[in-house]
């Protein structure tokens, strides 16, 4: 028997309905969400960016918006074109990927794992009018502090990490950015979960998180481990579209239309758990401090996952 997933409280906003519904097939949609990012990285408008590549700009909005065929079908032949003008990083290593990515079977759900898949990431977040991020495992990337990331990933095992100068353009990029806002849940064994020689660097990062202006940190004391591989983050893009991805070991899990809704469900309830704003600064503040005394083990009770946990079963 399951829980009914009731409406989140006033402090996270549900999305609006018309954001769960599939434009195109996920790939288009991802693929035209990195070409957009590119652009205005050129700041480049979308007219004389359709000019100089010799389209239309109605089709170069299309491939944008990840408009369903004929228009999507276009793109293997003008994607090389369209990098090339808006001098993407790295672009022999994105094109082939892209082009791999638009050769997968058209669905709801993709997987990124080629070289540069944390990149691509990156591109889709800074197209994102607000972003629901859900860890039961780790801090989010975009949160790092240098020093914690640098910590972080020396500790990884991750299938073609990035390099430092891209992990630090990602938090830089995420801190600059006034207008995305981001909601983070994090279960609360997170504060907790350090190398034992980086205690300073995680009480530095908890408070970190503490003075973020466009960040609302709510804690989940769950356990129930609905996403075990990685993160889950929800974005909302605008205009009707909506994209879920799915932070692994192997690279990034894409996903639209139901199989976004599902994971959006499962947000919903973990929403419906989190501790006020308030109650979770107070945790956030207690950890750090925690973290900053003394070296001795921190002993922690966690309390039992509530009904809601049936959602996942």
């Known amino acids: 028997m399951t829980t009914a997933i009731p409406a989140p409280g006033p402090e996270f906003p549900r999305r609006h309905p018309a954001d769960r519904v599939p434009i195109a097939g996920t790939a288009a949609l991802v693929t035209g969400i990195i070409l957009r990012s590119a652009r205005r990285d050129r700041e480049l408008p979308l007219r ?43 672009a022999d290593l994105h094109l082939p990927a892209l082009l791999e990515l638009l050769d997968q079977p058209h669905g709801t ?3 990124d794992a080629a070289p540069g898949w944390y990149e691509r990431l990156t591109w889709c977040e800074s ?19 240098p020093e914690y990331s640098r910590i972080w990933w020396q500790g ?13 353009a990602r938090r830089r990029r995420a801190e600059a950015d006034d207008d995305c806002s981001l909601s983070l ?21 908890l408070g970190h998180l503490t003075i973020l202006r466009t960040v609302d940190v709510r804690i989940v004391s769950l356990g129930i481990r609905a996403f075990p591989a990685g993160i889950l983050t929800a974005l909302s893009l605008g205009n009707s579209r909506y994209l879920c991805a799915e932070e692994t070991s192997m690279g990034i899990v894409y996903s639209t239309g ?14 419906r758990e989190a501790r006020s704003e308030q109650l979770s600064a107070s945790l956030l503040r207690s950890a750090a401090l925690s973290l900053s005394g003394p070296d001795q083990p921190v002993t922690r009770v966690f309390p039992r996952p509530s009904t809601a946990e049936g959602c996942f079963l």
Not at 162 to 167: A, E, L, R, W, Y
Request: glycine share 4%; proline share 11%.
């Open 109 to 111: 759900t993709l997987l």
């Open 156 to 168: 990884q095992i991750v299938r073609d990490a990035p390099p430092p100068d891209v992990v630090d």
């Open 185 to 205: 849940l994090l279960e609360e064994p997170v504060l907790w979960r350090h190398p034992r020689a980086a205690r300073a660097t995680m009480a530095a990062q």
């Open 48 to 90: 004389d960016a359709a000019t100089a590549a010799g389209i239309q700009a109605k089709a170069l909005a299309e491939m944008e918006a990840g408009i369903p065929a004929p228009v999507h079908l276009t793109l293997p032949l003008i994607l090389p074109r369209l990098l090339g003008l808006y001098g993407t990083p790295r």
């Open 258 to 271: 139901r199989a976004a809704a599902h994971r959006d469900d499962i947000l919903t309830a973990v929403t």
């Open 127 to 145: 197209e994102a009018q607000h972003l629901t991020v859900y860890s039961a495992t780790t801090l989010p990337h975009p949160v790092h502090t």
